[in-house]
């Protein structure tokens, strides 16, 4: 999906990534282009290549290649109570689970490595090749986050949290200046951890992250803009995410949240921020002239915030927007997941505008009015190209960009009777010849798909499952 609504689909194509894990050619098979590169593999013996990887590899008949999908906003050691308390509102949930698990895992080195290391092969099972992380407030165990992920190969954004006006005792950083003395330290050991690996090879990046504004001064936020440009860091938040928070922040500032970071510069094309759940008519042209990126979490809306996020509007003035899980504000880490509840929530706004309409005939509710629904196809878009543009990463198969690829096989190929998780009945003695029929089939398994159809996948060319 190169732009939203557009599903491209390419069939009987040679692709080709180089040592350092880009797209380097991708064109009908049949094309001299690509002849002359399979001519030039057969020609050449076995024995003079020294790796394997230059043996092409060919798909099943019921197989497709996707890029993989990027989860936009995921709190890692809230993957410790996933699934838990979500009948709370958000602050007395930050609370009642968020800090205090955070704390538990920065307490204890083996609980972070239990729990990091099982959320990083979790989520290569589910397709997410591609996170932005909020991790917790220590350094120690960012950094256990961080190595987790390039020794797995799950390419992302690890962001060690700034916090100053914790209202939790025990978990907290005492002032902005030890917040600050924090973060570098961590950018510094990061880097340094990393400075073992070629530059394709990292596939771990840092992201500063002020955790929302009602537990971060004024002061930390301003020093926190200051060395995101000094140091060229990226800088994600939550934003507007739901009254109770918007409501904390107006009466601790006496302003809204947007404006406060606003007035601080945070809003500029390295900016990421969650949910802004009460994106408006104002809102729009300043996130989308700043090219802020907005990590839509419709799960998580659909619990901690009262309102839905109006996702038809920010693709119809076409603001940068990918997917988050808010694992654990959400409970599953499955973008997949995310996909479709983006797209149920998006028909129940749908629904709500017909009842302002006082319809009560289905003809009228065809009448006046915009559709507010966003499809399965624009909801790929969103899962792949849509995050990681924000990211300045690529998010399709296009030549220049990563290749970051989950395999699917949407009929099982040893035995078509339905091992996997699809009973697609009329491909069970034959192969998809259309691109019609591969849009049937891949609609079929947006619905009902799940990781036993993903028999692979690759992150800057590495094979991570
Ligand atoms: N706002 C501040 N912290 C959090 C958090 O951990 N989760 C969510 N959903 N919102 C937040
Ligand atoms: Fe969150």
Redesign the pocket.
Known sequence: TPCPGELRIRQDHLLVVDEKGYITHIAPIHDDSSQSILSGLSSSSPSSSSSSSSIPMELGKHSFLLPVFTDLHI?AA?YLFCGLGLDLP?IEW?ERY?YKAEERVDGDPALAERVYGTLVKRLLQNGTGCVSF?GTIGVRSNLILAKKMQEAGLRGFVGKLSMDQSPRPTYGETSASASLDSLNEFLDSLEGYLAQYKPHEKVVEPIITP??VPVCSDELLGRLKELGDKRGVRVQS?MC?GRD?MGLVYKQRGKRDQDIWNELGFLGPKTLQAHVTYLDDEMIPLIKDREVTIAHCPL?NAY?SEKQFPLREALDKSLNVGLGT?VA?GYTLSIQNQMRQAVIISRLREGARCENMDCSFAESANKGGKNLSVDWVESIYLATRGGKKGMGLGGCLEVGMEFDAQLIELADEGSPSGVGALDLFDLQTRGIDTEEEWKVNVERWWCNGDDRNRKGMWVQGRKVL
């Open positions: 709190h809230q958000l930050l968020a909020f955790r929302y939550h995410e928070q998580s901690l808010d504000g």
